[in-house]
Each structure stands twice: as structure tokens, then as C-alpha cells.
């Protein structure tokens, strides 16, 4: 087995590079086969034995070798995200989002977890909406989490389902618990049920027997109860060291229409309830959810165990935060209706509007999110991290422009008139052409810095010495020579143009009001070509995302 795994790496990493060494893979060694270590002398012995003889290979021989092991992708075997029990064709995940506000990176987090993981095994991802709380739900949330969804790149597999299509459903396995004894009508006030919890004592209602608890059921079902006059409960254990088992609520009584399905039902289930049942009862065979809830596991099965339902796989995994971002609904929508934001598509928002309009390309996201693998090690990064797997993807097709922030007004005498053409891209034969005479925008912070005398190039253009930098700027043309010294990007005409910055939106927790940076400046002409939603490199600059044309609008992105 040690060997196998040791010949398995070894193969792998001549096929890329050409040969191996027990260096380059004794780590994938340990990590996939963990023993290894407890006796490294004779794992060390034994990876330099099999790399010698991998590397005696011919290519054939290797590439015949190499067919006798299965490779994982290399994302998926990279972000270890091995699933327990899983059959390769059978695993079915789902991703349950409640459609009560704009989908965030953490969601992007959860739908990449279950896509990827039910790729790694040849099956199936779900997509359902957790629909069961109609005072927090619109279709308008529905329809931007499908969107963002798409945007992602995310393909569920089948029909979207509605957990709220299932109402009758739920009432009848309520109605099999009541009947078993397994739950009970509590009408006690929500202060004496949070006390008694706290104290660890059973209530009255708790003892009524089962006929009378289901007339109460009727009851609570046909409007004979106000809000929060009655609630369904799970008979736990009031004494148990998880508190999540002290009697939770299974149903409660929420007098609002719902977004689907309208006035019909006035008893809503809870999430502990709905969850459970309809994961098992749409064949998913692996649930994914985040960390908090691992208190809530022993519920999730004692439900379905009472109803006699099949028991998924139910797997945690950390919740994703940002560094000075409050990733979360319960944050982000008061941000947008205290208008301390400028809507769910601001850019210092991690919503996925926001990372759009930021120039946040979903491959960047995807890389970003599966980096923390299915692991429940909480960290929280930055937004670092995220940028510069974004930096990784725009540079190497990104155009680049000219932007001239805060500029100042400069002649160059005896400055040559003349066209230039300038490539927009290093890799591509694409250019832009101007024809310039002696006006320039410059940089002013730059032009500040130089000293008299001093030489730098008008960046694609030629040199310029500086001949007087106090009051007066003056510059005067010095040779086409390419030499050491600064590179100014330039502009030849006054384009207006402003730049927004998008910075931490809290800091030690608190809003920062100013987290959004705005420079003004000048851009090139050939930018007008392009259209909203383009991403250019301004050189010497950054990453911006053309936000809009009137007024002439870039977001910086990274
Ligand atoms: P929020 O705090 O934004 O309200 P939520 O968990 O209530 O989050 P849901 O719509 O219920 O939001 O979440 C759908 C799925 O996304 C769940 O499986 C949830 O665990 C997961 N999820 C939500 N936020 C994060 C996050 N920050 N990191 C990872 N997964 C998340
Ligand atoms: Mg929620």
C-alpha cells in the first residue's frame, strides 16, 4: 500500500517534470498515507528506491504505468475533498440556500463545495431553495441567487425544488411524531420556554397526552392560536448537555403570505425540521452545512430516525469570513437599507453583485473559496488572497490604458510631433494610435518626486529631462534611447474620469464611512470604445473594471 502509493506519486511527477525525486513527493506521500510517517528511515528508503527506478522508465513504460492509477483532478485532490461513504455515480449533494437576500462569497463557498464534490464522484448536485420562513422571503432574492449562481458558473442538476412545496408533506410527519409521542404542543410563553431550558425543566404541555396534543395540533393548524401563542416541539431531552436537544421548536406560527405559495399555511416548520426531511427525502446522500451547526446534528438524525427516514451523510465545514468584512446576510442587509451602502452591488460588499462590479472574476472566487477545502479550520483571510488570484487571471489578457490620476498640465519643448502606436497588450498585436504633439498630463504626486536635471520616459514614447521643478515645471525633450529611470503613463487630452477605490467597509469592527476612496484623473481617448463591465490594466496603476460611461466611471479592482 505505502509502496503503491509511493510508486503512484513518483510516476505522476516524472510525467511533469521530466524525472523525480523523493524530495518533490514525500509530502503528497505522507498526506496520502499518513502511517508513512511513523517510521520515515524506511519510507525515505523506499520512496529513493521507487524514484530511481521511475526514473529508469521510458516514456512508454511510464505512460503504461500511469494508466494503471486513477487521478482525481488536480483541484479536487489538491482540496482533499473526500467525501465518507461515497460512491463513485451515487453521491448526490445539494446546495439550500434561503432566498431572504443576495447570495455572498460564503455562499459561493457552499455551492462550489458541493458542486466539486459531487463532480470528485460522478454524481449529482441539488439545488433547493429552504423556503419555509415567509417574513424574510421574496422572489426577488430567488431570482439573484439563481443569477449568481449562473455567474458563478454553477450547473445544478434537474429541477430547482421548493422546500415550501412540501407543506403537506411536513404536517403529516409532524402528525407521525405527535402520534408517537416523539412531540408535543407547547403553549408556554417564549420567556418561560427560554427558562426552562435554562433549568433544564419540563413543561406542563410536555405531559398532555397524545390525543390531546394532536386536537391542539388542529388547532394551532386551523388559526386557533395567535403568533407565538403555540409551537410544535421536538421531545428531546430537557437535561441533555446539548442544548440544541432541550425540546427545540419543529413548527411555529409565522402569519404572513408567503412568496410562493401565498396564505395558505399559517404553521411553518423550522429549519431543524424541514432540513433534515427534505435532504433525505430528495436521495441526497451527502449534506454539507457549515460549522455552527454541529450542535444541531444529533436533532438532524433523531428526526429522521423517529420518522423511520433514510439518513444522509451530514458533513461541517467553516463558515467563510473576510478580514474587516462581515460576510453574512444578517450584516450586509442592514449595510443596504441604512443606505450606508450604495445597494447590494456596492464593491465593498462581498455579495456576489459586489465582487462583480469589483472586477472579481468567478474562476478567482472558485480558487479563493476551495483553497480552505472541506476542512473545518476556521481562518480569516483577507481580502488579499482573493485579489491576487484575480491578478493571476486578468493580466494575461486585461488591456492596458492609460490613467492619469491627479494630473498636471505640462509642454515639452522641443518635443517632436508625431503618431505612436502603442500595443495594448505585451502578447497581443493590438495597439492604439495617437498623434502627439508638446501638451502632456502627467501624474502630478510623480512629477513632485523628480529632481531637476533628472531624466524619465513618457512611458511607449521617448525621454524627457527635467529642466526646472519648483514654481514652474518645465521639461524639455531628451532622445528616444531607451535608459534606467522612471516610466510615466500619460494622456494627451483632458478625458475626465474617476477612479473608485473600494476599501474595508469595518474596522475594529465598526462601519468606516470612508471606505470608498475616489480619485479623479484623466484616462486615454481609446477607452471610450469600450464598453460597461470591461476590465482594463491601467498601467503603473492596477486592475480597474469600466463601471460607467457617464459619467466615466472606473471601480479599481485589484
Ligand atoms: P447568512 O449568514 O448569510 O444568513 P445562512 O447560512 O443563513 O447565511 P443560507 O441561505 O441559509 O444562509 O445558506 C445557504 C448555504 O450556504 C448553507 O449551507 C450555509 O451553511 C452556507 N453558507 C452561508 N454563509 C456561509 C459562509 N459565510 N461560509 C460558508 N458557507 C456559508
Ligand atoms: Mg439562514
Redesign the pocket.
Known amino acids: 500500500m505505502l509502496t503503491e502509493t509511493i510508486h503512484k506519486h513518483a510516476l505522476k511527477n516524472k510525467k511533469q517534470f521530466g524525472s523525480t525525486n523523493p524530495k518533490s513527493i514525500i509530502g503528497k506521500v505522507i498526506a496520502d498515507f499518513p502511517d508513512a510517517k511513523k517510521d520515515m528511515k524506511t519510507t525515505m528508503e523506499e520512496t529513493a528506491k521507487i524514484c530511481k527506478e521511475v526514473n529508469s522508465l521510458s516514456e512508454k513504460q511510464l505512460d503504461e504505468e500511469l494508466s494503471k492509477y486513477t487521478f482525481e483532478s488536480k483541484l479536487q485532490e489538491e482540496k482533499g475533498l473526500t467525501l465518507p461513504n461515497a460512491q463513485e455515480g451515487k453521491v448526490v449533494t445539494r446546495?439550500?440556500?434561503?432566498?431572504?437576500?443576495y447570495p455572498?462569497?460564503?455562499?459561493a463557498?457552499?455551492?462550489f463545495l458541493d458542486l466539486e464534490c459531487a463532480k470528485k464522484y460522478k454524481g449529482k448536485m441539488l439545488l433547493r431553495f429552504?423556503d419555509t420562513n415567509p417574513e424574510k422571503e421574496k422572489p426577488e432574492y430567488v431570482d439573484a441567487i439563481r443569477k449568481g449562481l449562473k455567474w458563478l458558473g454553477i450547473k445544478w442538476d434537474g429541477e430547482i425544488t421548493y422546500s415550501s412545496d412540501n407543506m403537506g408533506k411536513f404536517y403529516s410527519y409532524a402528525e407521525q411524531l405527535i402520534d408517537a409521542g416523539k412531540a408535543y404542543l407547547c403553549t408556554c410563553t417564549g420567556e418561560e420556554i427560554s427558562k426552562n431550558r435554562k433549568i433544564e425543566q419540563e413543561c406542563a404541555c410536555r405531559s398532555l397526552p397524545i390525543p390531546e396534543q394532536k386536537a391542539r395540533w388542529k388547532k394551532m393548524l386551523n388559526g386557533g392560536y395567535g403568533a407565538g401563542e403555540a409551537i410544535l416541539r421536538y421531545k428531546g431531552e430537557m437535561s441533555s448537555v446539548n442544548t440544541a436537544m432541550r425540546d427545540p421548536t419543529l413548527f411555529r406560527i409565522i402569519l404572513f403570505a408567503h412568496y410562493r405559495q401565498g396564505e395558505q399555511y399559517l404553521v411553518w416548520p423550522s429549519y431543524d425540521f424541514a432540513a433534515p426531511i427534505m435532504d433525505s427525502i430528495e436521495g441526497v446522500t451527502h449534506a454539507?452545512?457549515?460549522k455552527e451547526?454541529e450542535l444541531r446534528k444529533p436533532l438532524y438524525f433523531a428526526i429522521l430516525k423517529d420518522l423511520k427516514l433514510r439518513e444522509p451523510e451530514l458533513i461541517e465545514?467553516?463558515?467563510?469570513?473576510i478580514k474587516n468584512t462581515k460576510?453574512?446576510?444578517?450584516?450586509?442587509t442592514p449595510l443596504v437599507q441604512e443606505g450606508k451602502v450604495m445597494g447590494w452591488d456596492d464593491p465593498r460588499l462581498p455579495t456576489l453583485l459586489g465582487l462583480e462590479r469589483r472586477g472579481i472574476q468567478p474562476e478567482a472566487i472558485k480558487n479563493f473559496v476551495l483553497s480552505f477545502g472541506l476542512t473545518k479550520a476556521e481562518s480569516e483571510p483577507g481580502w488579499g488572497k482573493l485579489l491576487t488570484e484575480n491578478r493571476k487571471l486578468l493580466d494575461p489578457s486585461a488591456p492596458h490604458y492609460f490613467f492619469v490620476p491627479n494630473p498636471i498640465k505640462i509642454t515639452v519643448e522641443g518635443a517632436p510631433e508625431r503618431s505612436v502606436k502603442i500595443k495594448t497588450h505585451p502578447d497581443k498585436e493590438e495597439y492604439r494610435e495617437y498623434s502627439v504633439a508638446d501638451t502632456f498630463y502627467l501624474p502630478r504626486r510623480e512629477i513632485e518626486g523628480i529632481k531637476e536635471g533628472e531624466i524619465f520616459r513618457l512611458k511607449d514614447l521617448y525621454n524627457v529631462r527635467m529642466i526646472e521643478n519648483m514654481d514652474e515645471v518645465r521639461v524639455g525633450y531628451a532622445g528616444e534611447e531607451i535608459v534606467e529611470g522612471k516610466k510615466l503613463q500619460w494622456v494627451t487630452e483632458p478625458l475626465e474620469c474617476e477612479v473608485w477605490k473600494p476599501g474595508d467597509l469595518f474596522l475594529d469592527g465598526a462601519y468606516n464611512p470612508e471606505s470608498l476612496d475616489k480619485e479623479q484623473g484623466y484616462c486615454e481617448r481609446a477607452i471610450l470604445k469600450l464598453e460597461p463591465g470591461k476590465i482594463v490594466q491601467f498601467e503603473r496603476y492596477g486592475f480597474c473594471r469600466l463601471d460607467s460611461k457617464e459619467p466615466l466611471r472606473f471601480i479599481y479592482s485589484c
Request: aromatic fraction near 10%; hydrophobic fraction near 35%.
Open positions: 446546495f439550500p440556500p434561503e432566498p431572504s437576500g455572498h462569497i460564503g455562499h463557498k457552499a455551492a429552504d454539507m452545512r457549515t451547526y465545514f467553516a463558515r467563510l469570513s460576510v453574512g446576510k444578517r450584516h450586509i
